[in-house]
Each structure stands twice: as structure tokens, then as C-alpha cells.
């Protein structure tokens, strides 16, 4: 377990910010089937969040008790949730990843196996559900094609960190993008998108949140999510 | 006519009364006006407990808090379905609810000011509306009664979270406690008038019990609610808010206080301290989420799927 | 200074979170002008808060470590800034109460008049500021006429509370209301917009700031206001 | 002829140029494009610092931080009116800004990720600032020239309260010291781009020195604030993030380490981690302006008061 911390809190802690910003969709989706989906998505990965940070620490300490600096997932998970299709873009991103990722470590022997057998069939979900409202926007109206066209452009640049190495995985991450570029650009295809032109990092914008190094947006997401529980220090819940 | 004494007959007899069968227009409007309104309830009741999903202050109360507020819209999705049954549908009821012309339950006017607000409706909110909705699960009308007995069980495992939610609290720091005993002061009032006005001024009562739509009168469920909760509150380690709450031997139950009905009135109103924010917050997520219904049509006319 | 803390916490109170609200239109506002107007009104009320809250205790650990029903202010103040007309008709309100009410402070002799000596002249201009921007949008186009229309009436329930009782004051908040009334109308008059009809508080919504129960926003604006510093417990900044 | 000849002698004699005066147009041109891009940059500027306005750590910072953003707002109007005496309105060089067709400093697309990054702009970015700017204090064009020399008194101020800010972190607990060398870190390197592209690359200079509106050489300029730097971070604690950095006895000035110009050219082509942030932001803060602006000339125009 040891060797694969790094790797559990990073992991971790994509599930827990992205959970948290879909949390934020809670009461406001556009249809009231969306609020249950996106609250279950988000419960899923909360619930793979709390598994991944116990292999670390305590997961309440961990989630409440750091600073900005001291989290370790990529930038796209804590990118604000915008409109529906910015949501369906980054989940979409997100999703395909992790499904690959999973299924890798599933079928290896590390500490973090049990917890991607287990989680790799929800994660299907999350991706099956961000493709069906992928196609749906991207092959709809005029007016959702652009927006979903303008979202997948402007998250393209987050999507290259997903792809580094990470200390403590015994998957290839950088041997994932090959797969992952060809399930979103079928998807993309599909859904009458296209793929972006543009560079899927910057060195100093998206690819640096495994280092610690976040958004603007992100330091009023962790205010908002650890005030409470800062209030109170050693209080129990 | 025969109809009509089929009806009447099954309703004598507990029998249910499904979708086909006959029914009396009163009947039909009644319960269409009740299943919306409880629907509506649902949704905008996810409102005052989704303003605490962000801050929750453990993880595993956050996943709980997420959870039950899925539920909630689960709920409402139980109940459109079921008054579809009565050939009204959800897009109706909901341009009903963002015009006004529908109601839902004015106990989500109120804020949730602190996190022990989230236990406070677990307790004494859902246990409210779970002492109204558990005689609704031998409700006349079949899909109806058959919705209510899944949203009861729900609404029982959230009662049960939100009050060890409040035990947690008023065991833990004093300012925890002090954050329990502050939720409970200003929720047991609020949750007293969620049985609606006392029998002797209830409209809709002596038609609804004759239909068995409604099978207790709002005082008699009020009764069984506050005796449920006192010995609760002993347990709890919390008091609530009325001097003159206290066992009376002869009736075999707790006599309360008078309830302030120029309150709940007020609320009924709209001018309840969040009856503004609920209906606003619940029209831009209807009016923000067009683009994206109008999308799923497109897509569904393009591609011959069922809409989303 | 003992005799007058209550009444010193909430005036401290109501200019901080005033300020607060103000702070957040920096770099935000409709033109230049504001950005600079609205930011010098937030930093009277700040300067002021300061004074008031430093006569009951020390400033940031009151600004800063306190829990929400622990805070005083009327929740007039807490109001979410909205478009640019409920700004002003928030300011509006207030800065005719503030002047008002520092006016008669001034002419006394207890510990917060030599405060409201000092605020009575930056208070006018406050009140200024607000009646011009009431004329502009009140009497400029029909779009701007109903935005003002809609954010009087909407804060007009929040402005009752500004009027009732506070401990350790040698005014009589009561007798401010008709002047107040009688100045408010005669803006809204000139404005070409009505004068709201409804009440001017409710028992439980507005009305109950002065004894520590606010609005949600408000947990949310002390969540992002109070975050850092509880961060670091008894760092000095 | 006689009116560029009267141009150049003012220019040689260090008299200033006024409104009034001739100039030459590619003279004009290059004073509008530069200070329209120092005033964009100072409203363009306020976000990242705005940024925590509503989140700083203590009362007394607060103050500081808002009176500090309230002053690049009222340098972005002095700027704006010194444009103005040259014939460009602010409304026609803010359109262009919105367009993407003025530029404002590329050090704003940096993002402010935690509070010592406040303190570590006012030292090193509003000292760069300062470093390019006392120069233009002597520049050939008189209303830019007065604007500068309130401009670099206000900036000057700000630079210290920087730095004091950093002292106090750095001096502070070890997750502020930690803090504070973290954001030394980040806005270093950016610090020192801002004088601009090596002297042999960089396309205006010549002509602006000639014209007097430049006086000094980028790299120059970039020497001095390096030189200025180096015993100031001594004094608070913090190390530059340059492993070549050290005095050079023989040039009696400090060596540094070579600046990753291919990082300027990113941010320059818009590939900044802000650059979207902070054009989208502007431009959402003037398109919801924009019914406000009208209704104040629409009142303008039926009272025949000025426009605020």
C-alpha cells in the first residue's frame, strides 16, 4: 500500500473534486433525471474518493485538513462545472480515462486493484452517460452543438496531464492516450464535433495539478468545501 | 350508475382503484392536485439540503447528504410518473409550479442556516411528512399508494440518518450542541404546521377521508408526530421549544402549545423567508436547462430514440 | 465603550459585511468609475468597521472567528450583490439610515460619536452616490427602469430591521423611520419608481439579523470571507 | 518643414510634446498603442488581485488590497484620458481590448493561487512595473508623462506594502514562509519577462528611444530590477529560483540565468494559464454593464447632466 500512495492520493483526489463539483449541480439540472444522474455519478466517485484516501490517511483530515498546494488531481476535475455541455465535456474526458485506467489496474496486483475492479463498472456508467449527452448535444440543435463544441475546445488543454506518469501506478499512463484519443474521437465523430487543434496541455496552465499546482477557481471550491469543518477543529461529525 | 357504484364500492372495500377504472372527476382532480403538490415538495425540497452538500464536514456525511437529496429527486420522478397515470404530465405540472399556480410544501421556505439544519428536517421534516405519508400507502388510488410505500421506506432511513446526524452534534463540542439545539428551535414549530390547519378549518379533509385519499384527520396526526418526538428529544439531549409541552396521564398523550397560524398563513402567502429564492432558484435551472431539453428532441427526432 | 459594545458589534458588523459584498465588484462593475466608487465605499465601511468592532474586541478575530449566528449586521448587508440596481438600491437604503443614524450619534456624546463624526461626511457621499445612480436607473430606459423597480421591491422587506431596538445606543432607531421614509420616497419619487407597498420586514426573514439569524448567502460569504484565516490558527498576517 | 522641425528640437531639448503641438503620425500612433496597452493592463490587472479581495486573511490586509485595486482603477482612468488628448476614447480602445486587438501585459495571465501571491505581485511585478516606468516619468509626451509620475508614486507604495506583506510571511509560520517562497517561485520568472524580448529583438525600441518615449533598453531595465532584487530578497528570507544567479564582480552587476522565452511567446499568443479567464471576465463585466451605461445616458440625455 505503501508504494502506492502517491498514486491513492492523487487518484483520490480526482474523484473527491470531481465529486465536489458535481455535487454543486444538486437541484439545479436541466431535467430531473439529470439531478439523479449527476448526483449518482458524483456519489460513485465519492465513494471511490473515501476508499482511495484511506489507503493514505485519514480521508476526513485529507480532504479538510490540506491546502491547495498539497492536492494532487489534474486541473480538469476542478475546472468550474459552466454550462450542461462544459459538465458533459469534462466528465466525458474524465470518464473515458478513468474506465481505461481502471480496467489497467484491475487486472494487475496492486493495492489499488480491488478498488478499480470494483469501481470500473460505475465508471462505464459515468462514461455511457456523458457519451449519450455528448451525441445529444453535439447532433441536437444549432445552438447546443456550439456550446458543446466550445466546451471540448476549451477542456482540450486539460486533458494531456491525465496522460502522465505517476508515481506509484504500475499502469502506463502515457501508453493510455493512444486508446483515449481514438474512444473520443469516435465519440466526437459521431456527435458531429470536432476533434480540437490545439495542444492538450501548456506547461504551466493544465499539467501541473499532480504537483500541486491548481486553478484560481480552485481555491474557492476548497473554501467553500472545508469551512465548516476548519470552524471546528478536532470536532467530530 | 353502475360506474360510479363500482367506484364507491371498491373504495368501501379497500379495493384499489387503478388507471382504467373509473373514477369521479373530483376524485381524479384531487388527487392530481395532492400527487403534484407532494412531487413538487420533492423538488424543491432538494433546494434547502443541497445548500449543504458543498460544506459538509465529514465525507461520509456528504455522501449521505448526496444520497438523500437523490432520493428526493427520485421521489418527485415516482410521483410525475404517477400523476401520469391520471394523464397528466410532468412538463404541465411543472409550468404549474413555476407560475405560482401549484403549491408545494411551505416548510421549504424556511433556510437551512447551519449544517445541524440538515439533521433537523431528517428528523423532524421527514418524520412529518412520514407520519402524513405512511396511511397514504393504503391510499385508494393503486399507483399512488404503491408510490408511497417505496417513498416511505426512503423517507424512514433518512429520518433515522438525520436524527443520529443530530445525536452526533449533541454529544460533540459545545458549539455543537448549542448548533443542534439552535436547528431544533427553529424547526419544531414549522414542522407542527406541516399537518396543515386544525380540523376544524382543513377544506379538502371530510372529502378526502370519504375517498380514503386522506385517512387521519390533521390533528390526529399531529398528535402522533409530537408524541413520537418527545421521548426523542430526551435521548437526543435536546428540548423543544414549548414551554408547555408535557405529558397529560388522562389523554394518554402530550398536550403542546398554541401554533402561531398567522406564521404558517404568511408562508402560505409567499412571504415565508425563502419562498422567493425556492420558486427563482427552481425557474433559472428550469429556464438555464431549455437549450439542453430542446437538444435531447433534436437529437430523438434525428435519431428515432426515446428522449432522455 | 462597555455600555455601547452591542450596539458597537452590530454597527461593526453591518459595515463589514456591507463591505464584504461591495468587495466582491471589484474589476466587475458596468463602468471604470464604479469600479473605483463602489471599492472607496467599501473601503469607508471597512475603515469603519474596523473602529466599531476594535471598541468590543480585536478586530480580526471577530471579523474572522466568528460563526455566523455569533454575527450581528442586519441581513439588509448579507443581500447577494444581484445586477447593478439591487447594489444600489441596497446602498441606498442603508446610506440613508447610516447618515441618519450617524448624524444623531454624532450630536451625543457616547463612545461612538467621535466614529460618527469622523463616517458622517463619507456617508453622505455614499448616499449620494446611490440617489444619483437611483435617478440614472430609475428614469433612464425601461429596461433599467424595471431592474430598479424589481430590486426596491425586493429589498424592501429587509429594511424594517434597520429601525428596531439596539442595546447600547443612545438613538432612537424607531424615530429614524419616518425621515428615512420621507428621504427614500422622495428619491424613489424623482426616479419615476414606486414606493413599495408590501411590508417592511417579516418576522422570521428579515427582522432577526440583530439577534444572529441571517440568510443562507450569508453562511456562504463567511465561508470564503473567514476560509484562510481559519487555515492558520494564530498566524499573524 | 517647420512643424517636424519644431517637433525635433522639442524632443532634443526635452521639452515636452502637448496635445496642441505638432507630432508626427507614427509618433501618435505609437503613444496611443502604448498607453492603451498600460491602461488595459491596469483594469485587466485588478482581477488577479481582486481575486482575494474577499478572501484576506486579516482585516487591516483587506484594506490594503482594495485600496490598492481601487488605484489601478484610477490609473486605468488616468491613462484612458490621457489617450483621449491624443484623439482615442476609451470606448473605442476598450472595444478593441475586447477584441483581442490591444494587448495588456502578459504577466496578468499568470493566475494569483494563493494570498503571498498578493504580496509577491506588489514586489516583484508592481517593482518591474516601477523599474519600466520611472523612466517614462522624462517621457517626450506631456500628459503621458504627468499621468506616469502619479502613477509611479501610487506604484512605489504598492511595491512596499508588497513586500511587507512577504516580510510578514516570510517571517511568519512555516506554511506561510513556505507560502511566500512559493509564490517568489512562480511570478520570478514572469517578473523578469516583462521588461520585454532581448534588446536585438525587440521591434519598437529604437524608434521610441530616438522619440523619447522610451529611455533605457529592455535589457537594461531588466539588469536594474534584477540588481534592486537580489538584496531585497536577502532581507525577507526568500530565495530566487535561479541557480545561476550571482554577482559578477567585473560587470559590478548581477548574472542571471537564461529567461524560457518560449513561455513568453506562449502567453503573448494567448496560450497563458489565464488568458481566457481574464478577457472573458472583462468582457462579461461590460456586456452586464452595458443596460447600466445606457440607462445613464438615456438620463443623460433627458436631464442634460453630464454622463457619470
Known amino acids: 500500500v505503501r508504494a502506492a500512495a ?27 433525471e439529470e439531478d439523479v444522474a449527476l448526483t449518482n455519478i458524483a456519489l460513485d466517485l465519492l465513494g471511490q474518493a473515501r476508499t482511495l484516501l484511506s489507503l493514505v490517511g485519514d480521508e476526513d483530515e485529507l480532504a479538510f485538513g490540506r491546502e491547495e498546494h498539497e492536492f494532487r488531481n489534474v486541473q480538469l476535475v476542478e475546472r468550474p462545472n459552466g454550462d450542461f455541455a462544459e459538465t458533459i465535456a469534462r466528465q466525458l474526458f474524465f470518464s473515458v480515462h478513468q474506465e481505461l485506467l481502471f480496467t489497467a489496474l484491475a487486472a494487475g496486483d496492486s493495492a489499488l486493484a480491488p478498488l478499480a475492479a470494483k469501481a470500473v463498472k460505475e465508471v462505464a456508467y459515468h462514461r455511457d452517460h456523458a457519451e449519450r449527452w455528448t451525441l445529444r448535444l453535439g447532433d441536437g440543435t444549432e445552438e447546443s452543438h456550439r456550446r458543446m463544441q466550445d466546451a471540448v475546445d476549451g477542456l482540450w488543454r486539460y486533458t494531456g496531464e491525465l496522460f502522465e506518469p505517476l508515481d506509484g501506478l504500475d499502469v502506463d499512463l502515457a501508453g493510455l492516450r493512444a486508446p483515449w484519443l481514438e474512444r473520443v474521437t469516435a465519440v466526437l465523430g459521431r456527435a458531429t464535433l470536432e476533434v480540437p487543434q490545439g495542444a492538450d496541455r501548456t506547461p504551466w496552465a493544465a499539467g501541473a495539478g499532480r504537483q500541486g499546482v491548481h486553478t484560481e477557481a480552485f481555491g474557492r471550491m476548497l473554501a467553500e468545501m472545508q469551512h465548516l469543518h476548519r470552524a471546528h477543529p478536532g470536532a467530530s461529525w | 350508475d353502475a360506474l360510479r ?3 364507491d364500492a371498491a373504495v368501501a372495500e379497500d379495493t384499489r382503484i387503478e388507471p382504467r377504472d373509473w ?43 448526496m444520497a438523500k437529496v437523490q432520493d428526493e429527486a427520485g421521489h418527485g420522478l415516482y410521483l410525475y410518473s404517477a400523476t401520469e397515470t391520471l394523464g397528466v404530465g410532468r412538463d404541465e405540472l411543472l409550468d404549474k409550479l413555476h407560475a405560482g399556480r401549484q403549491r408545494y410544501s411551505s416548510i421549504f421556505n424556511y433556510p437551512t442556516l447551519t449544517w ?15 407520519t402524513n405519508q405512511v396511511p397514504l400507502c393504503r391510499c385508494s388510488y393503486g399507483p399512488y399508494a404503491r408510490a408511497m410505500v417505496r417513498i416511505c421506506k426512503e423517507e424512514s432511513f433518512h429520518q433515522r440518518q438525520g436524527y443520529e446526524l443530530l445525536l452526533a452534534l449533541s454529544r460533540g463540542t459545545a458549539a455543537q450542541h448549542a448548533m443542534a439545539q439552535d436547528a431544533v428551535n427553529r424547526w419544531w414549530w414549522p414542522s407542527l404546521m406541516m399537518f396543515g390547519p386544525p380540523d376544524d378549518e382543513s377544506a379538502h379533509s371530510a372529502q378526502s377521508m370519504a375517498w380514503k385519499i386522506k385517512r387521519h384527520s390533521n390533528d390526529e396526526l399531529r398528535q402522533r408526530f409530537v408524541d413520537i418526538c418527545v421521548p426523542q428529544a430526551e435521548v437526543l439531549g435536546l428540548t423543544l421549544p414549548d414551554p408547555d409541552l408535557r405529558w397529560n396521564e388522562s389523554r394518554g398523550a402530550h398536550d403542546y402549545g398554541e401554533i402561531d397560524w398567522s406564521e404558517f398563513q404568511e408562508v402560505l402567502r409567499g412571504n415565508g423567508p425563502c419562498n422567493e429564492e425556492r420558486i427563482n432558484r427552481r425557474r433559472a435551472a428550469h429556464d438555464n436547462g431549455a437549450w439542453v431539453r430542446e437538444a435531447a428532441t433534436a437529437y430523438a427526432a434525428k435519431h428515432g430514440e426515446a428522449q432522455a
Open chain 2, 23 to 65: 373514477m369521479p372527476d373530483a376524485y381524479r382532480a384531487t388527487l392530481v392536485r395532492q400527487m403534484a403538490q407532494h412531487a413538487h415538495s420533492e423538488i424543491i425540497g432538494m433546494q434547502p439540503e443541497a445548500n449543504w452538500i458543498t460544506r459538509a464536514p465529514s465525507l461520509r456525511r456528504k455522501a449521505i447528504l
Open chain 2, 116 to 130: 445541524a439544519d440538515v439533521g433537523a428536517i431528517g428528523w423532524l421534516v421527514d418524520g412529518a411528512a412520514i
Open chain 2, 5 to 7: 357504484a363500482a367506484f
Open chain 1, 6 to 32: 502517491p498514486a491513492a492520493l492523487a487518484l483520490g483526489d480526482d474523484a473527491l473534486v470531481l465529486a465536489q463539483r458535481l455535487g454543486e449541480w444538486a437541484g439545479n439540472a436541466p431535467v430531473l
